[in-house]
């Protein structure tokens, strides 16, 4: 079982920063990819940001230049450095693990992730 606690989330103005953090039970896998996902009301959720066991990264479209993916594996911790908010930002915003690597087109797909955390939310102001 793989545990994911969230933490970071809060409300700023637009052009605004936020890291979010997520405390993950994964790193002790040999091979693992962590990912970060949000969800708006009424909207599916969507993949932001993912890194493996090789520190490989990839980004969605939406969120790149502008979001950094980083992983601290001696403290168990995903973290997600995000850079000039928008307000199309806002969301709740998932830690998401599974306990293989996978290959980089399916790893901002939310199916392919077993274990997700609680969420926590982003607010970004115009």
């Known amino acids: 079982q793989v545990r994911l606690v969230e933490s970071g989330g809060g409300s700023v103005q637009s052009g605004g920063s936020l890291r979010l953090s997520c405390v993950a039970s994964?790193?002790?896998?040999?091979?693992?990819?962590v990912a970060w996902f949000r969800q708006a009301p009424g909207k599916e959720r969507e993949g932001v940001a993912s890194?493996?066991?090789?520190?490989?990264?990839a980004y969605a479209d939406s969120v790149k230049g502008r979001f950094t993916i980083s992983q601290d594996v001696a403290k168990n911790t995903l973290y997600l450095e995000m850079n000039s908010l928008k307000p199309e930002d806002t969301a709740t915003y998932y830690c998401?693990?599974?306990?293989?690597?996978?290959?980089?087109?399916?790893?901002?797909?939310?199916?392919?992730?077993?274990?997700w955390g609680q969420g926590t939310q982003v607010t970004v102001s115009s």
């Open positions: 998401a693990a599974e306990r293989r690597r996978l290959a980089i087109w399916f790893r901002l797909s939310r199916n392919v992730y077993s274990y």
């Open positions: 994964v790193y002790t896998d040999s091979g693992y990819c």
């Open positions: 890194i493996d066991s090789d520190g490989s990264t």
